[in-house]
């Protein structure tokens, strides 16, 4: 890429779906606000696409008395396949915390 050498952009998207291992991805909400709404591992490719697999997603559940946007982020279930990676750096993260029924409490507090 930086070499002066042309290569297809399949090249191009192999090598970056091979170095990153996570997309988090922020939308700009109704009331104004930006929040997380997916946060996503990449898996590989399928063809020519970068092959996403989501881990935590935002469920919008309406909006307050303010007009603030509100929900929860939810596990869908998918444990990362980098998890082990990240043990065996010292992180300690339960498997528990990728289970479906594990919400996580708006992160977005009054006055924000």
Do not use: C, W
């Not at 399949?10 to 991805?25: D, H």
């Not at 008395?65 to 929900?71: S, Y």
């Amino acid at each position: 890429m930086m070499s002066g050498i042309e290569l297809p952009s399949r090249a191009i998207r192999e090598q970056v779906s091979s170095a990153i291992n996570l997309v988090v991805q922020v939308e700009r909400m109704l009331d104004g606000t930006r929040k997380i709404t997916k946060v996503s591992e990449i898996v590989g490719m399928e063809g020519d696409t970068v092959t996403l697999q989501d881990i935590f997603i935002f469920n919008q559940e309406g909006i307050d008395e303010n007009g603030k946007v509100r929900g929860r982020h939810q596990a869908t279930g998918v444990t990362p396949s980098f998890l082990p990676k990240l043990k065996a750096h010292g992180e300690n993260v339960s498997a528990s915390l990728f289970k479906p029924s594990n919400f996580r409490s708006d992160m977005y507090r009054k006055g924000n």
